[in-house]
Nanobody
């Protein structure tokens, strides 16, 4: 069984910063790509940022230069540093991990989501 647990969301004023964390635990053999998605009310879930096991990153155009994704492979944890936050960044943020379990089952797992609210 695998769990992804997120933390670090909250309420912040525009221009402020937040750091999200997501720790994967359980029967994990290896983790490939880890990422962050977000979903605002009435909108589809969208990719925010992703990072491979080798450290290659990919960002949505809307967050480039403001958000930084990183990971600690030893801790099976991915982070999202969010700076210069805007009201339009308000959403539920979900982490995911493409991983292989000890039984060699490959699957994309999701966290439960954490609310980020940016006030103007």
């Amino acid at each position: 069984q695998v769990q992804l647990v997120e933390s670090g969301g909250g309420l912040v004023q525009a221009g402020g910063s937040l750091r999200l964390s997501c720790a994967a635990s359980g029967s994990i053999f290896s983790i490939n790509t880890m990422g962050w998605y977000r979903q605002a009310p009435g909108k589809q879930r969208e990719l925010v940022a992703a990072i491979t096991s080798g450290g290659s990153t990919n960002y949505a155009d809307s967050v480039k230069g403001r958000f930084t994704i990183s990971r600690d492979n030893a801790k099976n944890t991915v982070y999202l540093q969010m700076n210069s936050l805007k009201p339009e960044d308000t959403a539920v943020y979900y982490c995911n991990a493409d991983l292989v379990t000890y039984s060699r089952y490959e699957y994309r797992y999701w966290g439960q989501g954490t609310q980020v609210t940016v006030s103007s």
